[in-house]
């Protein structure tokens, strides 16, 4: 009898065990949040400017980001439908770090916004078939975790506002 609790009890601390360990991984990952709208801002010299704003919702810094907005176009073929991807260039398309979440960071330092001066108006079509594909990928510090964290922006209408992103943890955008 003694055998067999000693079997069971080191089988239950080697479940137990491994299930601690995936808990721990599953939570040293990044966490990155992606602003549902576009903010667009013009300038006085007339450039407009689109920007997604991110931020790191994680306890610990994210290095290593880079991101990319993709344009998205239906193309019908003989052989089915298949998928056209225009490359809409970013001005900063990659960042060394982000900082971990704070309510006290009065520069928030947590949040980034991608910019582009590409129309999208323009290069956006109203087909009903056309979306942008935002994605975003960026490493725990902590890990070296690496995650793809992506957006896609179906209606123009509804996803392009004029406004600017509010400061802070918030992905809501001030309109004007």
Not at 29 to 34: A, G, L, M, Q
Not at 65 to 83: A, F, M, S, Y
Not at 99 to 122: I, N, P, Q, W, Y
Request: proline share 3%.
């Amino acid at each position: 009898m003694g055998v067999i609790m000693t079997v069971f009890l080191g089988a239950l601390g080697s479940v137990l065990a491994s299930l601690l360990i995936i808990y721990f991984l599953y939570n040293i990952r990044p966490k990155i949040s992606i602003s549902p709208l576009i903010a667009c801002s013009s300038k006085e010299k007339g450039d407009t400017t689109f920007k997604i704003k991110v931020i790191n919702k994680t306890t610990r810094k994210v290095i290593d980001l880079k991101g990319e907005l993709t344009l998205v176009k239906p193309i019908n073929r003989p052989e089915g439908i298949g998928k056209s991807l225009t490359n809409i260039p970013l001005k900063t398309e990659s960042l060394l770090e982000l900082s971990e979440c704070g309510v006290s960071d009065e520069f928030s330092d947590f949040a980034f916004h991608f910019m582009t001066t590409c129309d999208l108006h323009k290069v956006w079509g109203d087909d009903a078939g056309e979306y942008l594909r935002f994605r975003i990928k960026a490493s725990d510090s902590l890990s070296n975790h690496t995650c793809v964290f992506t957006k896609v922006y179906h209606n123009k209408s509804t996803c392009i506002v004029n406004g600017i992103s509010s400061k802070g943890d918030t992905l809501e955008v001030a309109v004007y």
